[in-house]
C-alpha cells in the first residue's frame, strides 16, 4: 500500500471512532439520578419522574425512601441530580424563613425559586396540589366537641389536658414548621403522655383502627375522603403552601436541558399545570392526588403500576 492510501486509511478509521459512541458510553453520558421522600405520593412522583426521562432516552437511578432533610442534602452534595419537593418545605425546612401568614401559592413559589436559583437549583412550572399538614379526627369526634378549626381544637387540649391522644409522624414533631410550631403559635400543648409518634403512614393506621383520637394527615391523603374525616381548618394559616415541585441541579439542566421541557410536559397533565393557581385549581388538584395515591393505598397497586397507568393515559409514554 502506497504511502498516500495508508494516510487516506488512518484518517478514515479515526473519523469512525470519533463519530462513534459505543451504546455503553451514551448511557453513561445521560445517567440521571431522581430522588424521592419516604410516603406514597412521593413514590408515585418519583416513577412518574423516572419513567418519563426514560422515555427520553435517559438511564434513571432513582433513590427511594429519604427523609426530607436527606433528599435535601444528596441535591446539595451532587449525589441527586432530580427530586420533586414542596414549596413550604423548601422555604421554611431548606431555605429556613418564617412563613408570612397568607402569603398565597403563586407568591410562596417565585420566593423559593428566586432564592434557591442562588443556589445551583432550578425549580420548575410547581403541581398546585397543597399537600399540607393538617389534623384530622373521626366526624364523630368533631361533633361530639364541636369543632371545626384548628383554634377550637387547640382550646380543647387546654381545657383536657393529657386527654386527648394524638399521633403524628416523627419528622413533623420535630420540623421547624411542624408539631412544636403549630403548638406554639395556636397556643396548646400536646401532653408527652398522650403523644404516639412513628414512621410515615402510621399515624393514618392508628385513625383508622380508633387508637388515637387526632392524628396528623396530609392534604392529598385518600383516607380523608374514604373515611369522611374530619380535618380542622387551619383558621389562622399557620401552614404555608406545600405544593409539588420538579427542581433540578443547574448544572444538570445545562447539560440537558430538554429535561426541563419533559418535567414541564408532565406537569401540564395536572389542573392548572403551568397556569397560576385559583382556590378551584388547588381543589382539583388536591382530589387528582387523592385519586392517585388511593390506587397505591386503597387498591393495593405498586407505584410504578399507578405512574405508569397515569402517563399512558396521558400519552406521555407508550405502554
Not at 60 to 75: C, F, I, P
Not at 151 to 161: C, G, N
Not at 242 to 261: C, G, M, N
Not at 263 to 277: H, I, K, R, S
Amino acid at each position: 500500500m502506497d504511502r498516500s492510501r495508508w494516510i487516506k486509511v488512518v484518517v478514515l478509521v479515526a473519523l469512525v471512532l470519533v463519530m462513534y459512541r459505543p451504546p455503553y458510553i451514551e448511557a453513561a453520558a445521560k445517567h440521571i439520578v431522581v430522588g424521592n421522600k419516604n410516603f406514597t405520593e412521593q413514590y408515585i412522583i418519583g416513577q412518574l419522574i423516572k419513567q418519563v426521562l426514560e422515555d427520553r432516552g435517559f438511564n434513571v437511578e432513582l433513590k427511594s425512601d429519604l427523609t426530607s432533610m436527606a433528599l435535601r442534602a444528596g441535591m446539595e452534595f451532587g449525589d441527586i441530580d432530580i427530586c420533586a419537593d414542596y414549596t413550604g418545605t423548601a422555604w421554611m425546612v431548606h431555605l429556613k424563613h418564617k412563613y408570612k401568614p397568607g402569603t398565597g401559592h403563586a407568591e410562596l413559589y417565585k420566593l423559593v425559586k428566586s432564592e434557591d436559583e442562588k443556589k445551583g437549583f432550578v425549580w420548575l412550572n410547581p403541581i398546585w396540589n397543597n399537600n399540607t399538614y393538617a389534623l384530622a379526627s373521626w366526624s364523630e369526634f368533631a361533633r361530639k366537641y364541636r369543632l371545626e378549626t384548628l383554634s377550637e381544637l387547640a382550646q380543647l387540649y387546654q381545657k383536657k389536658p393529657g386527654k386527648i391522644t394524638t399521633f403524628v409522624n416523627f419528622e413533623f414533631s420535630v420540623r421547624p414548621d411542624g408539631l412544636p410550631s403549630l403548638q406554639n403559635f395556636y397556643n396548646f400543648v400536646v401532653a408527652k403522655d398522650s403523644l404516639k409518634t412513628g414512621t410515615p403512614g402510621v399515624a393514618l393506621i392508628a385513625l383508622k383502627a380508633h387508637q388515637t383520637q387526632v392524628a396528623m394527615v396530609f392534604g392529598t391523603d385518600a383516607s380523608i375522603a374514604k373515611y369522611g374525616w374530619h380535618v380542622y381548618s387551619d383558621d389562622r394559616s399557620f401552614f404555608p403552601p406545600y405544593d409539588l415541585t420538579p427542581y433540578v441541579r443547574k448544572q444538570v439542566l445545562d447539560k440537558h436541558p430538554e429535561i426541563a421541557h419533559a418535567l414541564n410536559e408532565l406537569v401540564g397533565t395536572f389542573p392548572g399545570g403551568g397556569q397560576d393557581a385559583t382556590p378551584q385549581v388547588v381543589s382539583e388538584c388536591q382530589k387528582t392526588w387523592q385519586g392517585l395515591n388511593s390506587r397505591v393505598d386503597i387498591d393495593m397497586m405498586e407505584p410504578e403500576e399507578v405512574a405508569l397507568e397515569y402517563l399512558v393515559r396521558h400519552r406521555l409514554v407508550k405502554r
